[in-house]
Nanobody, 118 residues
Framework: QVLLVESGGGLVEPGGSLSLSCVVS??????????LAWYRQTPGKQREMVAH???????NYADTVKGRFTMSRDIAKSTMYLQMNSMKPEDKAVYFC??????????WGQGTQVTVAS
């Protein structure tokens, strides 16, 4: 089983910044994944895609975070990142990292809580 572990969640003021990391246990599998992604979820709502990075390095962002969030990866460290700037109260959620071989997420982390104070 592939293990993904998020870190970096916490409390941030509106307008502030926070950086999330996700370490993947299998280095070779991480390097061959076709899709890396960040999702977020609040109680009673479906998980929503925040950002994804496809094989080749192309990134896509949800309209709600575009221009504020940046996703990246370090293949050698088997780690993906989400840099969140200009944060809003609406960004409060549990953030999950995920990855898949093709176009959908197959493996999920346990999530990390992000709170933006009003």
């Amino acid at each position: 089983q592939v293990l993904l572990v998020e870190s970096g969640g916490g409390l941030v003021e509106p307008g502030g910044s926070l950086s999330l990391s996700c370490v993947v246990s299998d280095t070779e599998r991480f390097a061959r994944m076709g899709l890396l992604a960040w999702y977020r979820q609040t109680p009673g709502k479906q998980r929503e895609m925040v950002a994804h990075l496809t094989d080749g390095g192309a990134t896509n962002y949800a309209d709600t975070v575009k221009g504020r969030f940046t996703m990246s990866r370090d293949i050698a460290k088997s780690t993906m990142y989400l840099q969140m700037n200009s944060m809003k109260p609406e960004d409060k959620a549990v953030y999950f990292c995920g990855m898949g071989r093709w176009l959908s997420v197959e493996f999920w982390g346990q999530g990390t809580q992000v709170t933006v104070a009003s």
